[in-house]
């Protein structure tokens, strides 16, 4: 078993947890760098009024003891300051407070979640599909982070567009423009993965290929529409002979010269940095609302209104490092083992010494 987690908590109820497990035991950790890392996913050009209200601080509960993981589960949790605003609508206990929020959003969990939950007021669905979660996402890919730094292994990223604008002025302009409109611009954001040695994951069954795992998390976070490993689809108008990496060898060291795949082939880790893009759609909350239907009254009408961003794509960069630094830090304790630091590391260490040795690698 490698690393895994797992999150709860509304987007307006009082605090959001998570419980991370398979850390190795020895990793030193510190608040500082996580509550950092909580506030990268706050920021960037055209948040809304929530990020006004909420500056995100971890809680460390269980898991870790004077500043290093144990190798038991580690609790964290995340207050949400808006709570005292959200008490009785959103109390666990008691009876129903506040009207009923029915008129579902186009291109949101809203209506699927509702049928499908059997709910009659579609705030039981939207607090949870709510991109709050990711907060907890964040916290624990920050400790993920912080256990890869010791493997050699660096997580960075970067947004790439905003509405297909590149340049800052003409990202802003854009923002600025569909703000004014009560709309929203979606973005392409891209994730470089550097010091993974090959041979992480495996082409043997298809839920052990890396690029899959990859692909998985990446399309889990909220309003991402694509995912690409590499140059994914400008290599699939192209010859092969203008896409696949070629190899060569100097002083008995491996290496190419190009990285077309991404870091990744046959489902495995090549020794190339690893490239991740992504492409986010426009929120689907609209300050300009779309048409929908009420699903109470079944009458057509106009869909609600949360307290929303223009553009989020800088967030959802951040929250791509912490899916990188998991499904990352999975694949080394699966291979080098996890329960103390000290073993993953001789493991690792001999592992990239036979890979040198016996491939050039």
């Not at 009024?49 to 460390?60: N, P, Q, T």
């Not at 209104?305 to 959802?316: L, Q």
């Not at 000290?342 to 010494?353: F, P």
Request: hydrophobic letters at 40%.
């Amino acid at each position: 078993m490698g690393v895994r987690y797992i999150s709860g908590g509304e987007s307006h109820g009082s605090r959001l947890v998570c419980i991370l497990e398979g850390l190795p035991a020895g990793v030193k950790v510190s608040s500082d760098f996580v509550n950092a890392e909580l506030k990268r996913r706050q920021g960037g050009y055209g948040r809304g009024g929530r990020m006004k209200i909420e500056s995100d601080c971890v809680e460390f509960l269980s898991g870790i003891r004077f500043g290093e993981t144990l190798g038991s589960p580690i609790t964290l949790s995340v207050e949400n300051r808006d709570w005292k605003n959200w008490q009785e609508k959103m109390s666990a206990e008691g009876i129903p407070f506040g009207e009923k929020v029915t008129n579902a959003r186009p291109g949101h969990a809203d209506l699927t979640g509702a049928a499908k939950f059997a709910r009659s007021d579609v705030r039981d669905i939207l607090e949870r599909s709510s991109a709050r979660e990711t907060a907890m996402r964040v916290a624990a890919g920050a400790l993920c982070k912080i256990f890869l730094k010791n493997c050699g292994v660096e997580i960075s990223g970067e947004v790439l567009s905003v509405g297909g604008a590149t340049g800052e002025e003409e990202i802003k302009n854009r923002i600025d423009a569909a703000k004014s409109l009560g709309d929203t611009v979606g973005g392409i954001f891209e994730i470089k993965i550097s010091g993974v040695p090959a041979g992480l994951g495996s082409h043997i069954q298809w839920d052990k290929k890396l690029d899959a795992k990859f692909a998985a998390a990446f399309m889990s976070i909220q309003a991402i529409k694509a995912v690409e490993l590499g140059d994914g689809f400008s290599n699939a108008s192209k010859l092969g002979s203008e896409v696949h990496d070629e190899i060569f060898i100097d002083d008995g060291k491996i290496f190419r010269k190009t990285n077309r795949a991404g870091g990744f082939e046959g489902g495995m880790t090549n020794g190339e940095d690893l490239i991740i893009r992504a492409a986010m759609k426009p929120i689907p909350t609209l300050m300009k609302p779309l048409r929908t239907i009420d699903i109470a009254t079944k009458t057509p009408t106009t869909a609600s209104k949360e307290r929303s961003d223009t553009c989020a794509i800088w967030a959802a960069e951040v929250v791509g490092e912490a899916m990188a630094a998991l499904v990352t830090a999975d694949a080394f304790v699966e291979k080098f083992g996890g329960d103390a630091l000290c073993d993953t590391l001789s493991n690792l260490k001999n592992y990239r010494a036979r890979l040198a040795r016996d491939f050039g690698l």
